[in-house]
């Protein structure tokens, strides 16, 4: 089992991974910040009912699953 500290670590390196990705894609970090229409972990298009259901969600359902495990929900 791991620590929360260990989880953490594995969160920061996710969004890290993320950042790096929107960077070479020549993407600032704010450029999908009014309306987040796809994912910023994997590029997939985020349904328009999850946006009206979770406004601040920034990943689409599959990655946002993967996070939440990850931090062992």
Do not use: F, K, S, W
Not at 31 to 46: K, N, Q, S, V
Not at 47 to 71: D, L, T
């Amino acid at each position: 089992m791991t620590d929360a500290a260990d989880q953490a670590q594995r969160v920061a390196e996710l969004y890290l991974q993320v950042a790096l990705r929107r960077l070479n894609a020549g993407l600032r970090p704010r450029d999908a910040a009014p309306e987040r229409e796809t994912c910023l972990a994997c590029g997939a298009a985020i349904p328009e009912a999850r946006r009206r259901a979770v406004p601040e969600a920034c990943a689409c359902v599959g990655c946002q699953e993967a996070i939440e495990r990850e931090m062992g929900r």
